[in-house]
């Protein structure tokens, strides 16, 4: 099992920025991808950005050029760098692994809320 513990969430004036942490412990070899989502009140879950081990890199449309996924394997911790943030971007992150197909299949963390204001 693949713990996470996600940091960096909070309350941010529209058009500022944050960067989300998440670091995993546990059974890291089970990791096959590193990645992020998002779930607003009402709506469903969306993923943000993803990253596989090789590098890959995956964005859902909206974020159009505003976010940046990074990761450091050698912390097994995946970042999310969110600028030019939008009130739409108000969600609670949650930050999430794929796993090799050995190891049972998605980890999630518990997430961490962000709040964008105007």
């Known amino acids: 099992q693949v713990r996470l513990v996600e940091s960096g969430g909070g309350l941010v004036q529209a058009g500022g920025s944050l960067r989300l942490s998440c670091a995993a412990s546990g059974d890291t070899a089970c990791i096959s991808a590193m990645a992020w989502s998002r779930q607003a009140p009402g709506k469903e879950r969306e993923l943000v950005a993803r990253m596989s081990n090789a590098g890959t890199t995956l964005y859902g449309d909206f974020v159009r050029g505003r976010f940046t996924i990074s990761r450091d394997n050698t912390k097994n911790t995946v970042y999310l760098q969110m600028n030019n943030l939008k009130p739409e971007d108000s969600a609670v992150y949650y930050c999430?692994?794929?796993?090799?197909?050995?190891?049972?299949?998605?980890?999630w963390g518990q997430g961490t809320k962000v709040t964008v204001y105007s």
């Open positions: 999430y692994t794929d796993s090799v197909t050995y190891c049972t299949g998605q980890n």
